[in-house]
């Protein structure tokens, strides 16, 4: 049974004791928006809810892609967390007969609400506190130790995947976590490429999956509490500090040359650099990496020259295309047509950002108060954005049938600086790590009608251009209205009585039977309505065989 789309789980959780099964979450109230909308949070293949309940609430995770052995992995996950007080792992369960739509039940996770803040969104709230985030790298070290104690691995760690309250980390999103008794199932992600190896494959699923993540998320803390001025020039809404680019090419890293001339971080620098270049299976452990120094590879591995992107990319003038990923979090490329803006029936202002021009826009950022407030700590000024071609990442909704995202912080948007660098954003799906030669052939724009069965076929979203025979051109016919064809129409200028015949004079013949051969081949057929293209057509086949000697 396919999965339901996000717009049916935004449709169906509006109506909780309706839709769900399960006698606790019948009497919760999803969160919504400001427009009363439900407002779905996205992580790896799920939409996930949040349902308010009067003593508690809850996260319901929702698929939008099939999560081969799930039922086992939470299984197994629940067994877990029975046998062990694991402090920083949620409770979860899976519920096979978990929300309805269209009659027919979808599983779902039913997990504790936590009220933290995902890991980069507490950093930049205290980037520049330094004890706050020797704290935070002190906790994080624990967890790391703790995870290797018990043998297990998340397979996912990220920003988006830690959260933080009160200063405590605890983890979300199970999917792709190893425990000893699933050491026999098949890889079902690769986390996030700005979190890990370029060699990372769907072979490796073990214990030590975690242990590059965990080294570039140190760093990252390390070279903050360092000099808190990285954060703002290398934080982009989707990573801590580094990108894939970083781990493909150390030699070409920003980044890495910057941190390398601290002498705190010099050591770090060079190891994650030697670790980039080693096999998945030879990467230290966290406390060999911060204690050891790492030598490069010696044996000689294929270079990687391009990372996987994090979401699917699309474009924003595609409508269609963005509405069949509702409840999916995305990167939407597009040019701002023009803003609206507005107070809410509170009072509190909101700005609408559309890619088009209204009341056609083909979609919407919305920015209310709190992502206003987050754009002029940045010292963005929204009305600047109008005509600008930008990238913003978050996950989409719905409005009236038209799609939308909500912009909640200043790292979400990116402005692209000009329409090329949009185009190669959309033609290259992947960040490249090397530079390289573009084809001297731009790719041809994708039509909406494609992009689907090219994409569904796994093939590449631009098809590759194809070269067309030639065509015969045909001058240009007169339609005529359906009556018996006459000869005198082929001739606009009979011969002189007075000149003296000429070759040209004599190859009348072969023309005037060609015309007369084609008009019935045509004509005959169509009662008459093509008789006109068929003497056309073969008087000049009758010409030209004349000319060359072949009819006289």
């Not at 299984?75 to 046998?83: P, Y």
């Not at 934080?235 to 980044?255: Q, R, T, V, Y």
């Amino acid at each position: 049974m396919a999965l339901p789309r996000g717009d049916e789980y935004n449709q169906a959780v509006q109506n909780p004791t309706i839709c769900f099964a399960d006698s606790e979450l019948k009497s919760c109230q999803v969160e919504t928006n400001p427009l009363g909308l439900p407002k779905p949070y996205s992580g790896g293949f799920t939409t996930t809810y949040k349902l308010r309940g009067s003593n508690r609430n809850w996260a319901v995770r929702c698929f939008t892609r099939e999560i081969k052995d799930l039922q086992q992995r939470y299984q197994s996950i629940g067994n877990f967390l029975s046998q062990n007080n694991c402090s920083f792992l949620v409770d979860a369960k899976y519920l096979q007969s978990g929300i309805r739509i269209s009659g027919n039940y979808h599983p779902i996770i039913k997990m504790n609400w936590l009220d933290g803040e995902p890991l980069n969104v507490y950093i930049d709230r205290i980037y520049n506190q330094k004890s706050s985030l020797e704290g935070l790298l002190t906790e994080f070290t624990n967890l790391v130790k703790q995870l290797e104690n018990y043998g297990i691995a998340h397979g996912d760690l990220q920003h988006g995947n830690i959260m933080v309250k009160n200063g405590k980390l605890f983890l979300i999103d199970y999917d792709g976590m190893y425990l000893p008794d699933l050491a026999n199932l098949a890889v079902n992600e690769l986390g996030h490429p700005n979190f890990q190896h370029p060699r990372r494959t769907a072979k490796d699923y073990n214990k030590y999956i975690d242990r590059f993540s965990a080294i570039v998320i140190y760093t990252a803390i390390k070279a903050i509490i360092t000099n808190p001025n990285l954060w703002r020039k290398y934080e982009n809404g989707d990573n801590l500090l580094f990108k894939g680019s970083d781990f493909a090419n150390p030699s070409g890293s920003a980044l890495l040359k910057d941190i390398v001339g601290y002498t705190e971080l010099a050591r770090l620098a060079n190891n994650i650099a030697a670790i980039c270049t080693l096999e998945f299976s030879k990467i230290p452990s966290l406390q060999e990496f911060i204690s050891g120094t790492i030598a490069s590879s010696t044996q000689i591995l294929p270079q990687v020259t391009t990372v996987r992107s994090a979401y699917l990319v699309l474009d924003g003038s595609q409508r269609g295309q963005i509405l069949e990923h509702v409840g999916e979090r995305v990167e939407i490329i597009g040019r701002i047509g023009g803003s609206y803006r507005g107070t809410t029936q509170y009072g509190n202002p909101y700005v609408f950002l559309n890619i088009g021009t209204f009341p056609n826009q083909t979609f919407t950022i919305v920015i209310w108060s709190e992502g206003i407030a987050a754009l002029n700590d940045r010292g963005v000024t929204i009305s600047n954005l109008t005509s600008q071609w930008i990238s913003i990442t978050g996950v989409v909704s719905t409005y009236m049938g038209k799609p939308q995202m909500t912009l909640e912080g200043a790292s979400q948007i990116q402005v692209l600086g000009s329409e090329s660098v949009a185009k190669a954003k959309l033609n290259y799906r992947t960040v490249t790590a090397v530079p390289r030669v573009q084809p001297a052939t731009p790719k041809q724009p994708v039509k909406e009608e494609d992009f689907w069965d090219s994409y569904l076929k796994n093939r590449p979203v631009t098809p590759t251009p194809t070269v067309q025979p030639p065509r015969v051109r045909l001058p240009p016919v007169t339609t005529q209205p359906s009556v018996k064809p006459t000869f005198n129409k082929l001739i606009n200028e009979s011969p002189s009585q007075n000149s003296p015949p000429s070759k040209k004079d004599s190859g009348c013949a072969p023309m005037i039977l060609g015309a007369i051969i084609g008009g019935l081949i045509l004509g005959a057929p169509t009662e008459g309505s093509l008789a006109i293209i068929g003497m056309l057509i073969g008087g000049w086949i009758g010409s030209k065989l004349s000319e060359w000697g072949i009819l006289q």
